[in-house]
């Protein structure tokens, strides 16, 4: 039996931001096409994760090939990639299910009851625009 890999979450920010430039052109306006925010979210998440540690350069590449599937799922409807992204997810340890096949197995640094209380609101405002944040709080 495979021992399992211990990573701790580090809050470093790993990996390379997602490129520009590669989403086309903006019929509309001329300008670069921007990524859809549910994948700027999903790419942010990604990069804080505890499992980023472990990630080489054709892991990242494999990943942003990923979020561009992610991307035309969001942006254009494309749900047919889904099954795809979920699968390509899935190599990286995406869920909890994932990391136990993976041999992944997450510490968390220790954190008192009340941080425990707010932090799966606190954690969803950090990934979401300042304007998605305030509807959390209204």
């Known amino acids: 039996m495979e021992p399992e ?21 903006n019929t509309k306006t001329g300008e670069f096409s ?8 999903g790419w942010k998440t990604w990069r804080e994760s505890a499992q980023a540690q472990t990630f080489t350069a054709t892991e990242w590449a494999f990943l942003i090939d990923t979020a561009l599937m992610h991307h035309s799922m969001w942006d254009k409807g494309q749900w047919t990639l889904a099954a795809e992204v979920r699968l390509r997810a899935a190599k990286f340890g995406a869920t909890p299910e994932d990391r136990a096949r993976l041999k992944l197995q997450g510490r968390r640094p220790r954190r008192s009851p009340a941080e425990a209380r707010t932090e799966p609101r606190e954690r969803l405002r950090h990934l979401l625009t300042a304007s998605e944040a305030d509807r959390l709080t209204t």
């Open 5 to 25: 890999t211990v990573i701790t979450p580090d809050d470093e920010l790993r990996g390379p931001e997602l490129p520009e430039g590669v989403l086309g052109v």
């Open 34 to 41: 921007e990524w859809h925010p549910m994948t700027l979210a």
